[in-house]
């Protein structure tokens, strides 16, 4: 019989704290990674994280497959927010901002790298935590709807970021999952993106 988990699996139920940052330096070398100041996210709904190339490139020889190379990790991550605020578009998109507040989209605008995190109660009231480390966000999807008499149809922005690993340590994800009602090791993880890790010999 194969040997049971030590901790049960419980589903996830929710999602909160949603806050990114960006990346203003990934280079190699002890001083190479520098995150800028976090960001709040209000009102996301849903969040998605698939990989997007995980085939790996196998080379068969004398009749067995010999050979196994996976490519560097591309992540898709879909998020849906009710809304999309315009200083948030701006930032993760490289748009510009007029004086008087409105936001104009220009063919050469870049937008930049930066880190997403959140977390995720469940369903034994406890967090799982995430943090995506280096992503970059494509043009954002938005969907108008009339209203239809005294049906009224709740309108979202879905914002797609494609993540790679950092240059400075290969990284590109990190979870965390909250160990009892009493542990507080993690009440801090969404205060900054984790730049440096401790490995076990396990």
């Keep these: 019989m194969a040997n049971t988990a030590a901790t049960p699996a ?18 190699a070398g002890e001083s190479g990674l520098v995150y800028g100041t976090l960001q709040n996210v209000a009102g996301a709904i849903d969040v998605e994280i698939a990989p997007d190339n995980s085939d790996p490139d196998i080379q068969y020889f004398d009749d067995i497959e010999g050979d196994v190379v996976y490519p560097d990790p591309s ?9 999309l ?3 948030i578009q701006k930032m993760i998109l490289g748009n510009k901002v007029t004086t ?10 870049t937008p930049g790298y930066f880190a997403l995190g959140f977390r995720s109660i469940k369903t034994n009231g406890l967090y ?3 943090w995506m480390l280096k992503g970059r966000a ?7 709807h009339t209203k239809e008499g005294t049906t009224l149809t709740r309108q979202s ?34 205060e900054s993106v984790p730049t440096t890790f401790t490995f076990s010999s396990d």
């Design 128 to 130: 799982r935590y995430v």
């Design 157 to 190: 922005s879905k914002v797609e970021f494609t993540f790679i690993k950092r240059t400075h340590d290969d990284a590109y994800q990190v979870v965390a999952d909250q160990a009892s009602s009493t542990d507080t090791a993690l009440s801090t993880f969404l």
């Design 10 to 27: 419980h589903s996830q139920i929710g999602l909160k704290d949603v806050v990114i940052a960006p990346l203003t330096k990934d280079e």
């Design 75 to 83: 992540i898709k991550l879909t998020m849906e927010l009710a809304d």
């Design 100 to 109: 008087d507040g409105k936001l104009v989209r220009t063919a050469g605008d």
């Design 85 to 87: 605020p315009i200083p």
């Design 138 to 144: 494509a043009p954002i999807t938005e969907t108008y």
